[in-house]
């Protein structure tokens, strides 16, 4: 049975194969989107993987999405995953907006520079 993050993937990739280019970040981060709001988030670490092999990098709108979809399933080892790929990314975390509890337990625990 195809999930819906398969079937919006396969649609994704055929239009960007009909137009022969790169989508937009906004298209990206709109399939990132349904991956991480149907709690595939598997599935949305490897479109992640995937858009940043095109040249597109994510922005702290890529990543609030993501990390919305790590509080919504309650996996923290993804969200700690995705915080650490946004230090690499150069994403301040002060730019995102972070879920409930995970900016405290951040600052305690990241150098102060990862928020400014």
């Known amino acids: 049975m195809t999930t819906t993050t398969e079937a919006a993937w396969t649609a994704f990739a055929d239009k960007m194969r009909a137009d022969d280019a790169i989508p937009p970040l906004a298209s990206w981060n709109e399939l990132l989107n349904t991956a991480a709001m149907s709690g595939e988030l598997d599935k949305a670490l ?44 150069k994403v301040l975390l002060g730019d995102v907006t972070l879920p409930d509890g995970m900016e405290e337990t951040l600052r305690a625990i990241l150098p102060p520079e990862a928020f400014d």
């Open 46 to 89: 490897w479109i992640l993987g995937t858009m940043k092999a095109t040249g597109t990098r994510p922005t702290a709108v890529t990543y609030e999405i993501l990390l919305a979809g790590c509080a919504a399933a309650g996996d923290r080892n993804v969200a700690f995953s995705l915080i650490e790929q946004m230090w690499d990314d």
